[in-house]
């Protein structure tokens, strides 16, 4: 499987934590750049073929991007970096979307979620865990959980996603971005009856994904992984500290 990391964006209070930092994916926990660090994990991982990072043309985030197949250019927005990393790649075959600031992202965890996305047979597979399994391993890193009906579950930094579902994924994005700061519309858009068994914990799995299958106009699966170092990642400038004690 081709795998896409997304490495663009601006630079935020993150990487302003390392002056030689392009964005946050540049910045080095353990000496080694966190994009650096999740492009090894990927090449180690079986089933996991070129690599495709989608960065600022910098020299000083090109000369941290060696191990990569491909480097292509970022763009103002995610969905317009997510853009060119899909771009030419075929319709109809499941691309690994990867995050780049994941610090302690396994071969291991890369092979279990693609095992998990082959099987799933949607067109966009998104990668979790459950808290209990995070907890064990991680308790010191933070999240933000989803109670649902069989357990409680944080986002992963991987995504499977078919090019053919792209044009309906920016679509429903830019409707949540417009929607962001009016609960109203966010409501209507998930749907009062979804929010509703999610607000007493009676939302099932099962229920999310037909939710979402129906908003994306595609099939749409959760991956609950077992290797919780996938939802490890580095979002505010605190995390940066923890993460230099887990690697």
Not at 24 to 34: D, N, P, Y
Not at 115 to 120: H, I, N, T, Y
Not at 207 to 225: N, T
Not at 228 to 239: K, L, T, Y
């Amino acid at each position: 499987m081709t795998a896409v990391v997304l490495a663009g964006g601006a630079r935020d209070a993150v990487a302003r934590l390392d002056p030689a930092a392009a964005n946050k994916a540049f910045v080095r926990v353990g000496g080694t750049a966190l994009v650096a660090r999740t492009i090894a994990a990927l090449r180690r991982a079986r089933g996991v073929g070129r690599i495709v990072v989608v960065a600022p043309f910098e020299p000083r985030a090109l000369a941290m991007l060696s191990e990569a197949d491909e480097i292509r250019r970022d763009g103002p927005r995610i969905t317009d970096s997510l853009r060119e990393g899909l771009r030419g790649l075929p319709a109809d075959e499941l691309v690994l979307v990867c995050a780049s600031d994941l610090p302690i992202l396994s071969a291991p965890a890369v092979e279990e979620f693609l095992a998990l996305a082959e099987r799933a047979q949607a067109d966009a597979i998104y990668a979790c865990v459950e808290r209990a399994a995070h907890v064990a391993r991680f308790p010191r890193v933070p999240h933000t959980w989803a109670r649902l009906r069989e357990g409680t579950f944080c986002g992963g930094g991987c995504v499977a996603l078919r090019p053919r579902a792209f044009a309906a994924l920016e679509r429903f994005l830019e409707r949540l971005g417009a929607a962001r700061k009016n609960p109203l519309l966010l409501a209507r858009i998930f749907g009062y009856d979804v929010l509703a068994r999610y607000a007493l914990g009676l939302l099932s799995v099962a229920d999310a994904e037909r939710r979402g299958s129906r908003l994306l106009g595609a099939p749409v699966a959760a991956a609950i992984c077992s290797h919780a170092e996938i939802a490890v990642n580095v979002d505010r400038a605190s995390d940066v500290e923890l993460a230099k004690t887990l690697v």
